[in-house]
């Protein structure tokens, strides 16, 4: 399991008009969190994610509805990405397990808020941000840590420019002509726009996405961008009169696919025509949610393209899942994980514990080694324990080291798992309460005066037990750099 910026620049906000065109067990574990130190030898450019929508990349039966990507006729451009020898699939990587992003994770918007926050706050809903709504969350999220360095980031959404405002929803058939499809008909929704439900990005740096090109043409992308198309664009719902696509004229279910691939068709070899891209850039082309069902049977696509990706449709078998994309992000910019609480009941799909963005796999097994660099190794060492007679009480010495090249931030917690039942920790300073396993207890390790820990430095920690039975003292450990309890 794997587990660093750009220049400082700040964009502006849109003014609307209708009209306007880690876990490991016993002794040893990865620290959870890389560096800001690393961070200027990434060699990632701009980031530029595509979300498209609703349809699996695998199923059980591939005839249902909604159908599956992988082999459909009307998806050719898609396919072509992931066929090993087309040209189309060159600087091309793929997921072949990435799964939905918690059980019961459903309908779409509760997939983009993950995307920006690492969970839905248990809030399943497509309406508006609304109070009413219970919709609107002022938490920790993705962009806010972006603003926070001082990183540029911007958010397209095709449509948005017929809408009153980024927080509300509009469509219909009078709209200008759509250059990718030929018709009036749009559709700007605001559950397809993660920043929309956090009010301190709600309205910052949205724009329609004809500002993107202008933007791509120009060079003042931000580092990190985020594409919406409309829900015809993103193979959500169909043209009323269906799709002409390559010769053949698709209807129902097929056509929102065959536009979706239309539009990537269109879009992504523009940008891979770019400075943009050309100068270490990456896209990744996103979907939202698993359809029919949370297991493993149904996977769901993304795709990777970058100079940097391993290339010609490599296809990655390690789990993946929204949090996944967040992580990585995280370790790219420099940032540190995003912890917010996950429901007990979205537990993950694919194993034990919490789809939590500290503990997933990044998407390093996409890029050439080195692109996203290994977090630094924390290793924790014991001394014998020392019962102090007559009462039961145990000490025990740990010492934390940095076995790593970088220095490590903090927060930093050792965390007992599996302690032995008869045996309680006196110093604990709380118990897991967000990354399983839950109800281990942890202590806060300090990093002392300078802040970090350096590279080959060792932190001691004393631990106070009290033994209840005499049986003696067992447990695991593992270090974190995320909080372990809201």
Request: proline residues 10%.
């Amino acid at each position: 399991m794997n587990t660093p910026t750009r220049p400082n620049e700040r964009n502006g906000r849109l003014v609307f008009s209708r009209n306007a065109a880690l876990l490991g067990a016993a002794g040893v574990l990865l620290a959870a969190r890389p560096v800001a130190a690393e961070s200027p030898g990434s060699p990632v450019g701009n980031v530029i994610v595509i979300a498209m929508e609703n349809h699996n990349f695998t199923q059980p039966d591939p005839t249902s509805s909604p159908q599956q990507i992988l082999g459909n006729p009307a998806a050719p451009y898609i396919n072509s990405l992931i066929t090993p020898g087309n040209p189309n699939a060159a600087q091309v990587s793929y997921a072949v397990a990435y799964y939905n992003a918690g059980i019961g994770v459903h309908p779409s918007e509760p997939n983009y808020v993950w995307a920006e926050a690492g969970t839905d706050f248990g809030v399943h809903t497509d309406a508006d941000p609304r109070p009413a709504n219970h919709n609107i969350f002022d938490a920790p999220h993705f962009t806010r840590q972006l603003d926070a360095t001082g990183i540029s980031w911007k958010n397209y959404q095709e449509d948005v420019q017929l809408s009153v405002a980024p927080t509300t929803s509009a469509s219909g058939s009078n709209g200008p002509v759509n250059p990718y499809y030929g018709t009036t008909q749009f559709n700007y929704a605001v559950k397809h726009n993660p920043m929309a439900f956090f009010p301190d990005t709600a309205l910052e740096n949205v724009f329609p996405l004809a500002q993107f090109f202008t933007d791509l043409g120009a060079g003042t992308l931000g580092s990190y961008n985020w594409i919406t198309p409309n829900q015809f664009n993103d193979a959500h719902s169909a043209l009323s009169g269906g799709f002409t696509y390559q010769g053949t004229h698709f209807t129902s279910d097929q056509a929102s696919i065959a536009q979706g691939d239309n539009f990537l068709s269109l879009v992504v070899p523009q940008i891979m025509a770019s400075p943009a891209y050309q100068n270490n850039g990456v896209i990744i082309i996103w979907w939202d949610e698993s359809e029919r069902g949370d297991d493993t049977s149904r996977t769901i696509p993304e795709i990777i393209i970058s100079p940097l990706a391993k290339g010609n449709a490599y296809a990655s078998t390690l789990a993946y899942s929204h949090s996944t994309d967040i992580k990585t992000m995280e370790e790219i910019f420099g940032l540190p994980f995003i912890n917010n609480p996950i429901p007990a009941a979205e537990t993950t799909a694919f194993g034990t514990g919490y789809n939590n963005v500290a503990i997933v796999n990044d998407l390093s097994d996409l890029f050439i080694p080195g692109v996203i660099p290994a977090p630094p190794t924390l290793t924790v060492t014991r001394e014998p324990l020392v019962t102090i007679p007559p009462n039961p009480h145990v000490l025990q010495v740990v010492h934390v080291t940095n076995d790593g090249t970088s220095p490590v931030q903090p927060p930093l917690f050792l965390v007992l798992d599996n302690l032995s039942p008869n045996a309680s920790l006196l110093n604990s300073d709380g118990v897991t309460s967000v990354l399983a396993p839950l109800g281990s207890p942890f202590v806060d390790v300090s990093t002392g005066g300078d802040g970090v820990l350096l590279p080959h430095e060792s932190k001691t920690i004393i631990l106070q037990f009290l033994d209840s039975t005499g049986e003696g003292v067992s447990y695991d450990t593992r270090v974190l750099s995320v909080t372990p309890a809201p």
